[in-house]
């Protein structure tokens, strides 16, 4: 009976870190349930009938605990990351470039690519229209992290 009990035992751990470690269906999950049926058919086989249905209910119950433990909230907040992040991912072109600027194209822009504008390499937009690579542009709106650009009239 000592080995159906550790059998049980680690199966219930080896689903333990299938939900907790091991996202997705691996082989610690498979292998927990595995461990687990193989315990209770041994004590229907080796104690008898009584036996095997005081296992089952046993590992039920256990199961069930083992599960509602690990997926409560105060289980994940110790196994998981609490930082924040701060950062922003929004460049502010207002104050580098301003509408009437010009440029030079570095890529396609269809409809967006990269232009050098006074010195600096930006992603730009082009309004309306492909512009081809080295054509000289003009830029006519800057939002926060958006420039449009328009070729510039020859």
Known sequence: MFWIITLILLGLFLLIVEFLLIPGVTVAGIGGMLVIVYAVYSAYVDHGTTTGHITLIFTAIASIITIAFSLRAKTWRRVSLDTN???????????????????????????????????????????????????PITVIKVDTNKIIVKPKQL
């Open 85 to 135: 992040v701060d950062s922003k991912v929004i460049e502010d072109y207002d104050k580098e470039v301003k509408p009437g600027d010009e440029g030079l194209t570095i890529s396609r822009l269809a409809p967006a690519g990269k232009a050098s504008i006074n010195g600096n390499v930006y992603e730009v937009w082009a309004q309306g229209e492909l512009v081809d690579p080295k054509t």
